[in-house]
């Protein structure tokens, strides 16, 4: 086959060049497979996005230090996370600086804004707080863990007694897992 007159010169001064000099033959081959591969890639590699934006909203609102059981918390915190690594669960984590009723009433609500469809709370702490979001936000679930509440729409999960703390908090975790699976 016969190259184009605009293509031929160019091709025989690089083949000219190449002739009798391997160090300039071995840098174009390999600027060419460099290229080639660059050109063309692996597009199996390539990252793939999720849209979660309508999976179950779980939000985990965190009382100040000393007001509940840390120990519940993380529970309950590995709880959520293992119910949101089984799919359709987002799992967040809001602060809650204060656990007076009043006080702590704009954090829940913006769990409410956030579109929270499951609050979940920690302690007796919280419980008034809990109680008065229930009452101010007739549509929101809530859970408290290690706690009773006789509010509708609060519901409550028992912390396990035990005598191993690890196998408690773990009973506990699976216990948050399941309530928060059954409610998507």
């Not at 000099?21 to 600027?31: C, E, F, K, S």
């Not at 915190?77 to 702590?104: H, I, L, Y």
């Not at 706690?147 to 729409?153: D, E, G, I, T, V």
Request: charged share 15%; hydrophobic share 45%; net charge positive.
């Amino acid at each position: 086959m016969r190259l184009p007159a605009l293509t031929a010169r160019p091709v025989r001064r690089f083949t000219g060049l190449v002739r009798g000099h391997p160090i300039v033959a071995a840098v174009a081959l390999l600027a060419a497979l460099s290229l080639t591969a660059l050109l063309t890639g692996d597009r199996s590699a390539q990252p793939r996005a999720a849209n979660v934006s309508r999976n179950f909203r779980a939000c985990l609102l965190v009382s100040p230090a000393g007001a509940t059981d840390a120990r519940l918390s993380q529970a309950s915190w590995q709880g959520m996370q293992d119910a949101a690594r089984s799919g359709g669960v987002n799992a967040e984590r809001f602060p809650a600086p204060t656990v007076d009723a009043k006080a702590a009433l704009p954090y829940f609500n913006g769990a409410v804004q956030h579109h929270c469809e499951l609050i979940v709370t920690v302690g007796t702490g919280m419980r008034p707080a809990t109680e008065a979001a229930a009452r101010a936000n007739p549509r929101q679930q809530f859970v408290i863990i290690g706690a009773a509440s006789a509010q509708p729409r609060v519901s409550a999960i028992a912390a396990p007694a035990g005598p191993g703390k690890e196998q408690a908090g773990k009973a506990l975790a699976a216990q948050v897992s399941a309530f928060i699976t059954d409610r998507r």
